[in-house]
């Protein structure tokens, strides 16, 4: 069964790929991209980007001989589902219970409270003007 709101790790990966890439996308593009030096075999590109078109995430376009692939979701909108689906599964759909447990993590560093601090500020400003 392939779960359709969930990648995996190297699903992930591939998406990452593409999303910078751009649109038509061939295996060999994603291949030479990211893996210039064999670390993963073309075939294994080509199996984990028909399960992406089999998840509706990729859209696949043969022209000629080849299969160019492009995304059928933005990066943005695949990071909002997994993080709603985190906060479902594990804060009980309280983003601000996530944002807690993050903000009470011992790796947090100044900086990172400073730019979390920043975006606030801007979310609150943009809300006030809408």
């Known amino acids: 069964m392939i779960k359709k709101n969930k990648l995996t790790p190297a699903e992930w990966e591939i998406m990452e790929v593409i999303w910078k890439t751009g649109n038509k996308v061939s ?18 590109i080509q199996t984990i980007m028909n399960i992406l078109v089999k998840k ?18 933005s990066r943005e909108d695949m990071v909002n589902k997994e993080v709603k689906t985190v906060a479902s599964r594990i804060f009980n759909g309280s983003l601000p219970a996530m944002a807690s447990f993050l903000l009470k993590s011992d790796t947090i560093t100044q900086e990172e409270i400073d730019e979390i601090k920043k975006i606030i500020n801007e979310k609150e400003k943009e809300l006030k003007e809408a």
């Open 27 to 44: 295996i060999r593009d994603v291949l030479d991209t990211a893996f210039s030096k064999g670390e993963k075999a073309y075939t294994t």
């Open 56 to 73: 509706n995430l990729l859209k696949a376009e043969k022209i000629g001989l080849v299969n160019f692939y492009t995304p059928t979701i």
